[in-house]
């Protein structure tokens, strides 16, 4: 009995001695991820000293004479219309007086082509004249004179009849008196106007003033060409001294 007594005294004391399991340790939350630095482009630095912008190249107007006059060069129209748009060509005199040169301004362009009248003799003299030969065309002067406007059209900017030589010879159409009218040739203007008439592509058969000889537009005998008739060319110049 005693000893029994003493078995479980000893196994108590050693219950009391013996530690308790640790818990294990709670696990700590992963970390937040570092947030990630943002990183500005690179800015290029600017030039020392930057170009100035180029300003856009101004549109054509189609105006004559404009900024063109007797004393314009084949270098103004070289860098006006571009190299590649200007060329010289060679023309025949009218009635066999020889030939001339002009500088061609889109020479291959008929609603834009301009020729440049030189001088026969000398080139290197101021330019004769702005000629428009095509029908169509865009360029025209402030009075809206161009080419392809009808005859009718041509008196209404006069404001008065005009005389013309008969059609068929080399001054054949040309307008020869504008009788005081609004583009009359006077004394004193800036530019004179030389204006050709022809016939109209679909007028056909139909009789028309020909031959050396003036002709009115108001002339009752031709009571059609108001229609018929159209402005086939035209030509801008300065009057030179003694000049009527």
Known sequence: MTRLLLAACIASALCACTPEPEA????????APAARAEIAPAVAEAPANPEPAKAPAAPETWE???SLGPLTTRLELDARFGKANVREETFDGTEGSGSYPALVVFP???RKRLELVLDADNPDAPIRELRVPSMDSRWHDPTG???GISLAELVALNGAPVSFYGLGWDYGGTVQD???GKLANAVGNPLFHRVTLAARKDVGDAPLPAGDA???SDDARWPAIGRQLVVAEIGI????DGDE
């Open 214 to 216: 003036s002709f009115r």
């Open 145 to 147: 004179l161009r080419t």
């Open 64 to 66: 004559l004479p404009g």
């Open 178 to 180: 504008w009788h005081g």
């Open 24 to 31: 294990p340790p709670t696990p700590k939350p992963p970390a």
């Open 108 to 110: 291959d362009d008929p």
């Open 237 to 240: 110049s300065w009057p030179h």
